[in-house]
């Protein structure tokens, strides 16, 4: 639109526009922009007030971690040196970890399809059962992997089995709540066309829901086996088995170079994984 004349307001000439409205003034235009980002300003006050009394707490002695810098890079540079030295523990340590990530994956995805139906709103059989089961997943996850597995190993021991268990829990809460909010993602009208045909529950969920809401459970599991082998990796330094262990063990006998094949082997791992995960999305989008 273009102005058709001016009027005085305030001793301030403002264009008249076609439509017969005025242009704002700039001044309520800036208090309009002030107010819009004032969200944004909130956050960034708080982050800042949060870092500050978090390293007051910790009370950190940054020269000290200054002077030390020089020493990290001393220590990546030897684990560079990738060396052989009993690569078969290292690999043998490396397939448990696998191993450990794909039956917790397994194991999670399964209890969470089962979960994620009951506790999705649209077609869950009881209505506050959705927000029972939703509250029990939050507490599940509230509580760190790590702690689930030390809770696991009082009871079975050291080895993979409790690694196996310990991350399921977490597991099954994950895909509790993402498989419930992509079922409730379906359209009503969809749900609503099968139950006039006389389908029960079950019908509805494996002819309606499960198919329509398949690409995003693709999605969440390969983001979650990801997540799992990272955390599996690591649940081997608490006793639970894996190259976890093979890279403490290195660390702490100064075997650096042990230890970075065993990180470099994770590295390409975790690159195949991401690799495949990526191919399988975009095939199924064609």
């Not at 058709?4 to 003034?25: D, F, K, L, S």
């Not at 004032?38 to 000290?64: E, G, H, Q, R």
């Amino acid at each position: 639109m273009q102005p058709n004349g001016t009027e005085i307001t305030a001793g301030v000439q403002m264009p008249v526009w076609r439509t017969g409205r005025r242009r704002p003034a700039p001044e309520k235009i800036a208090v309009a922009d002030w107010k819009r980002d004032l969200p944004l300003y909130i956050f960034l006050a708080a982050a800042a007030i949060l870092t500050i009394a978090s390293f007051a707490l910790l009370n950190m002695d940054w020269v000290k971690v200054a002077s030390r810098i020089p020493k990290f890079a001393d220590v990546v540079y030897q684990m560079l040196h990738f060396s052989t030295e009993r690569f078969s523990i290292t690999l043998t340590t490396l397939m448990e970890t696998i191993t450990v990530t794909i039956l917790a994956t397994i194991y999670g995805m399964a209890a969470g399809l089962a979960a994620g139906a009951l506790g999705a709103r649209n077609i869950t059989p009881w209505k506050p059962l959705s927000v029972i089961l939703q509250s029990f997943f939050a507490l599940l996850r509230s509580v760190p992997t790590v702690v689930w597995v030390l809770l696991v190993l009082a009871c079975l021991g050291f080895g993979p089995a409790a690694g196996i268990v310990g991350l399921s829990f977490h597991v099954v809460a994950f895909f509790g709540k993402v498989f419930a909010q992509a079922f409730e993602e379906v359209p009503e009208e969809t749900i609503e066309a099968l139950r006039a045909t006389g389908a029960n529950r079950i019908q509805v969920f494996f002819g309606a829901v499960l198919p329509s809401s398949f690409t995003a459970l693709i999605a969440w599991t390969a983001l979650r086996f990801e997540i799992n082998f990272s955390e599996a990796s690591i649940l081997g330094m608490v006793g639970a088995g894996g190259v976890g262990y093979t890279i403490m063990a290195a660390m702490n006998g100064y075997k650096l170079g042990r230890a970075g094949l065993a990180v470099l082997l994770i590295f390409l791992f975790a690159y195949m994984v991401e690799a495949l995960s990526t191919a399988i999305k975009q095939k199924i989008k064609l």
